[in-house]
């Protein structure tokens, strides 16, 4: 069964910074890649960041480019997003997914975490 969890969000003002983790189950990530998701109230999930299986390829929302940085532990079955210099703008719940390939559509990824909330004051 493909699980996956984050967690690691919380509180922090503007210019701070979080980790995001991304548990899965045992090779539920094997031979996919992971995007990082976020949904702000009211708004509709936005692409945030994604990671090959590998870890070689990366691709970034123009909005979080040079502040977030996406990482892979695969001996863990882990997905990291550093976040630095954190905005109010950056506040979202935000998700974890799988899919077949790099794609800033939600749509192109088939199983999401519950999501880890994130809140940056200013």
């Known amino acids: 069964q493909v699980q996956l969890e984050e967690s690691g969000g919380g509180l922090v003002q503007a210019g701070g910074s979080l980790r995001l983790s991304c548990a899965a189950s045992?090779?539920?990530?094997?031979?996919?890649?992971t995007g990082w998701f976020r949904q702000a109230p009211g708004k509709e999930h936005e692409f945030v960041a994604g990671?090959?299986?590998?870890?070689?390829?990366?691709s970034y929302a123009d909005s979080v480019k040079d502040r977030f940085t996406i990482s892979r532990d695969n001996a863990k079955n882990t997905v990291y997003l550093q976040m630095n210099s954190l905005k109010p703008e950056d506040t979202a719940v935000y998700y974890c997914?799988?899919?077949?390939?790099?794609?800033?559509?939600?749509?192109?990824?088939?199983?999401w975490g519950r999501g880890t909330e994130v809140t940056v004051s200013s």
């Open positions: 045992r090779r539920a990530l094997t031979g996919y890649v």
């Open positions: 997914a799988r899919g077949l390939f790099l794609s800033t559509m939600p749509n192109n990824y088939d199983y």
């Open positions: 990671i090959t299986m590998s870890g070689g390829t990366t």
